[in-house]
């Protein structure tokens, strides 16, 4: 590599800090609910205002001329947004998957800055988990698991408690089995929800024919 090159990659890595300064936050929400992304205070002066989705796609255009103050959301979202005029924070309503993405607020006039990086991710609740076990009448065991249609988790037992087992799908989804108060749970849970089934333990103790000979 050339010095030139060096220099040139210096160069690029430098704006490539400079224009990604303002950090970007994690939301998570469900199909339905609103969101509200805000910008950072305190904002520059600026003659063009966007929201912006995934890098191309304009939710709202503002501008602010002085005298003149016009605000053109996009066609296909002003039916389910609110613009705050003041704050220049956007609200959008009734999210569905599709939302899921990079938004961006972009002040542009004598400078342009990126003054709001939002990832959203828009999610279904999710699914009750079904917790069902197996009894060996020999031995007394207890299997037992808890499943969802992407997940599950086994789990051995004895007349006092469960082994604690947790499993979990890109970080985000997770099943969960455990033991409280005598009672076994599993616990199915995203950013968005969480939803459990629960077993008695004496309930699994009744059903073994060699209860009483521990
Ligand atoms: C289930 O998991 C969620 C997320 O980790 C947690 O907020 C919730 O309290 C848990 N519920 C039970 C019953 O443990």
């Not at 899921?100 to 939002?118: D, P, Q, W």
């Not at 033991?179 to 969480?194: A, F, Q, Y």
């Amino acid at each position: 590599m050339n010095c030139n090159m060096v220099l040139m990659l210096q160069l690029i890595f430098t704006l490539f800090t400079l224009s990604s300064s303002t950090a970007s936050s994690e939301v998570f929400k469900s199909v339905g609910d609103s969101v509200q992304l805000h910008t950072q205070d305190p904002l520059l002066n600026f003659t063009t205002f966007d929201w912006i989705f995934n890098g191309t796609k304009n939710v709202l255009r503002y501008y602010d001329l002085g005298d003149i103050r016009r605000f053109n959301p996009s066609p296909s979202y002003k039916h389910r947004m609110d613009f705050n005029e003041e704050t220049y924070s956007l609200t959008l309503k009734n999210l569905q998957k599709t939302d899921s993405g990079l938004y961006e607020a972009r002040a542009s006039g004598f400078k342009n800055k990126v003054v709001a990086v939002y990832n959203l991710s828009v999610l279904d609740p999710v699914e009750a988990p079904v917790l069902i076990y197996q009894l060996n009448k020999e031995t007394c065991n207890i299997t037992v698991s808890c499943r969802t249609h992407h997940l599950s988790v086994n789990s051995s037992c004895d007349e006092e408690t469960c082994e604690e087992r947790k499993v979990s799908s890109l970080g985000l989804v997770s099943l969960s089995l455990f033991v409280s108060s005598s009672s076994i749970l599993c616990n199915h849970s995203n950013p968005v929800s969480w939803k459990r089934d629960v077993l008695e333990m004496k309930k699994l103790k009744l059903d073994c024919p060699n209860e009483g000979v521990y």
